[in-house]
């Protein structure tokens, strides 16, 4: 049985969360924080390592090299003790470290899927913002470190558009609204490419957003334990915010019947074991608020959300923007806030209306132009909308077929992974 | 992690959060597949698309047993194991290595049911319903682990079988000749039980990768050599040699091709006592993972390496640079450019 029989390995690599498992499976089989706990004792190890060297490490009962965590384990060894440092990889949605990286790659695949890489094609994503040397590293360490057969990168925005693909009408022209955990970017992608000038990002994602959140919390005096204030507010963030139409009328609605609205939170401080509880009042509809007011978050930057997926149509070509416009994808976990879709959707449409409106009026009723078309889509696998994607792309006949593969590494070299193989013969 | 571990995390996983929340009616039907070849199906079925599937086709009364038998199901999952091609020389029953059945039901009792036919595709279906699980915390959470580790269970019972017999050192009269067993997919390792106080296992080892045959050759030399260390002397005995052991005389031919040597380790009754058992069998079953997998990670660890030496190269070469670019390069702070060899070399003519 040839590696192509078998499912291909999917592997979406967020600045939070790394998402991993087999094609054609619906969700992820592995969830787990981008997090690496490294022993960085072997780093100061003598050049040559001798036999007394080994048999030194031997006896303390450690492989240095190998004694490191990824995930949920690498946090509560790290904090269990002081020999694990934690080191995050990816950062912005951009690989920073590739000792680290190579490492969790190797835990996911030996200690996650439990696979063995010489079997399976892989599927991997990039940001639109990853550097041509990014991929051929990427491509270095799969091909030969792992030996995989074949690869291929895959755009995250393009994986979110096909993940919609399982519904009855196809579409791969959309803008893709992508908020993951360290990066947030609105990308216009037509008929499957991805239009690079126009690409714009918003300097608000997922994390701030839980800042955003205890800080709130903080101002209003609640008593969180600090040592897992993040966490704590991570947590709030996921299971009470929500977008509201209005924050005035949310403001009323609070103040009249606060029973109904503000929640309790109880837990128990990790250090001492005594239960604390607090209230979460006004940040339940403030945080996510943040992504149509920056201006309460952050000095530096005031367009709202709406407004710069808006400027991103303006700036694509004039032939594709009634298309882009019809179908705006939300991707990522920080989407999934109830009511985000509705709010982006009013806003938008606003947005859109009124420059009809003022160019109707400008032109003084002799000519009324079509209106336009806008819609905020979501889908029920939306927080792993391009893991599904990428489940779903890998599993086409053709997929084997648009992958690098280990030949051609052979042959020519990491430069194979600059361009996409799909368009083969051109470099 | 330097051993392989024998629970699949993605079966536990799975089977954890069917205990922990029975009553989520949520339709589960996974796949994935492990080192070898060994595949796996799990799927449950609630309670509303079985019944849509029998309302199509039964009267009222009926529905109402149907109803009875459905409202159980959600805690019913079924797990779906498919095993590597066997060789030729390996024996397969019925899909299934020798005693395989048997072991199941000695590990999972009650819970596990064995559908036969298995579905298409397979080697191993069983029905397992969750809800006859033990209730104290612990003794569920090891079954759990037990399920989790089926192809320990499934692929380990001809070994277990040997092994277990090794340590009453009793010789099973059937057993007493050269036994091939399945690990890989068209590949066996071989297992000679013929004295009751001793056991030969032989690996052919095989490897696609030319820099993997290199590295493997070195590996196992060196695991032969550090065998003999002083802190090892009650570990199995091992050997390692280029060409087809003796022991293997019997062997048909192309089980004996190998690119990487022929490892062979011999097992006392001192390494299956008791609780050791399942760990030998563990280890045993996945020696050639077990080398694979510390290939790819010396690997990764020579890249580690690397790009370390890369590093304090270019830092050399900045060192290196001349005194007023240094200083225009703080200025703009926005150089990413890395200096090449060539560039260096001309920088330090100019």
């Known amino acids: 049985m040839d590696a192509a029989s078998r499912p291909a390995v999917v592997i979406d690599n967020g600045t939070g969360y790394t998402k991993i498992g087999f094609a054609g499976n619906v969700e992820p089989s592995f969830v787990i924080p981008s997090v690496v706990a490294v022993n960085e004792s072997f780093l100061n190890q003598s050049e040559g390592r001798s036999m007394g060297n080994y048999i030194a ?371 | 992690m330097i051993l392989l571990q024998s629970p699949s995390r993605f079966l536990l996983q799975i089977l954890q959060d069917r205990v922990l929340s029975p009553d989520k009616g949520v339709d589960l039907d996974c796949h994935s597949v492990e080192f070898d070849d060994v595949r796996y199906h799990i799927q449950v079925k609630s309670l509303i698309s079985v019944l849509l599937q029998m309302t199509s086709l039964v009267v009222v009364i009926e529905l109402r047993i149907g109803l009875q038998f459905s409202m159980r199901n959600p805690h019913v999952v079924v797990l779906s194991v498919s095993l590597p091609i066997p060789p030729p020389e390996a024996i397969f029953f019925d899909g299934l290595p020798f005693g395989a059945i048997e072991a199941i039901k000695a590990a999972y009792g009650a819970v596990a049911q064995i559908l036969d036919p298995p579905k298409d595709g397979y080697n191993l279906t069983m029905k397992l319903n969750l809800s006859k699980l033990p209730s104290d915390e612990e003794q569920r959470q090891a079954l759990l682990v037990k399920i989790a580790s089926v192809r320990e269970v499934v692929l380990g019972a001809p070994l277990r079988f040997v092994l277990k017999n090794l340590a009453t050192k009793t010789v099973a009269p059937e057993m007493d000749q050269l036994i091939a067993l399945v690990h890989r997919p068209k590949e066996s390792f071989f297992l000679l039980p013929q004295q009751a106080e001793k056991v030969t296992v032989v690996y052919p080892m095989r490897f696609q990768d030319s820099t993997d045959i290199v590295l493997a050759t070195s590996f196992l030399q060196e695991l032969i050599e550090s065998r003999r260390t002083a802190g090892l002397n009650n570990a199995p005995s091992c050997m390692w040699s280029p060409s087809p ?62 790009r370390r030496r890369v590093e304090s190269l270019i830092q050399a070469l900045d060192r290196a640079k001349p005194e007023s670019e240094k200083s225009k390069k703080l200025v703009s702070g926005k150089s990413f450019k890395r200096l090449s060899l060539n560039e260096a070399r001309s920088n330090s003519n100019s």
């Open chain 1, 57 to 427: 490490q031997y006896n303390a009962g450690i492989m240095a090299d190998l004694d490191f965590f990824i995930g949920e384990e690498a946090v509560s060894q790290s904090r269990a003790s002081g020999i694990y440092n934690l080191s995050y990889p990816i950062q912005h949605s951009k690989v920073t470290n590739w000792d680290t990286m190579e490492k969790f790659w190797q835990q996911c695949i030996y200690n996650y899927l439990s696979c063995d890489p010489e079997d399976h094609y892989f599927l991997l994503t990039e940001s639109p913002i990853t550097s041509p040397e990014d991929r051929e590293y990427m491509g270095e360490i799969m091909f030969e470190t792992f030996n995989v057969p074949g690869m291929y990168i895959a755009l995250q925005p393009v994986l979110a558009l096909s993940a919609g693909c399982s519904t009855p009408k196809p579409q791969m022209t959309g803008v893709v609204v992508d908020i993951g955990d360290g990066a947030t970017h609105v990308v216009p992608v037509v008929d499957g490419y991805i239009i690079g000038s126009s690409i714009k990002s918003f300097p608000i994602s997922g994390s701030d957003i839980t800042q955003f959140v205890l800080q709130l919390l903080r101002e209003r005096g609640e008593l969180i334990p600090p040592e897992d204030s993040f966490e704590i507010a991570r947590k709030v963030k996921e299971m009470y915010c929500y977008n509201s139409s209005s924050i005035v009328k949310e403001y009323n609605k609070y103040d009249k019947k606060p029973e109904k609205y503000i929640k309790q939170w109880t837990g128990v401080k990790p250090m001492t074991g005594v239960p604390f509880s607090f209230d979460i009042g006004y940040e339940r509809f403030l945080g996510p608020e943040v992504f149509f007011h920056p201006e309460i978050y952050v000095d530096d930057f005031r367009t709202p959300l709406p407004d710069v997926i808006d400027m991103c149509v303006q700036s694509a070509p004039i032939d594709t923007r009634r298309g882009l416009y019809k179908n705006v994808v939300l991707s990522g976990g920080s989407t999934m806030f109830k009511g985000f879709q509705k709010r982006l959707q009013t806003d938008l449409k606003k947005i859109v209306d009124d420059r009809i409106a003022a160019s109707n009026a400008r032109l003084g009723g002799d000519v009324i132009s079509h209106p336009v078309e806008v819609n905020v889509v979501s889908h029920p696998v939306q927080r792993f909308a391009v893991w599904f994607g990428g489940s779903v792309v890998s599993s086409l006949p053709e997929f084997h077929e648009s992958c690098h593969t280990k030949e051609d590494y052979d042959e020519y070299g990491a430069s194979i992974c600059r361009t996409s193989p799909i368009f083969k013969g051109m470099y």
């Open chain 2, 245 to 306: 052991p003796l022991e293997l005389k019997g062997a048909p031919a192309q089980a004996l091709t190998a690119n990487a040597g022929f490892v062979t380790f011999v097992i006392f009754p001192r390494h299956v006592e008791g609780k050791k058992l399942d760990r030998t069998v563990w280890s045993l079953l996945t020696f050639h993972a077990y080398v694979s997998y510390h290939v790819k990670c010396s690997e990764g660890f020579m890249h580690t390496r690397m």
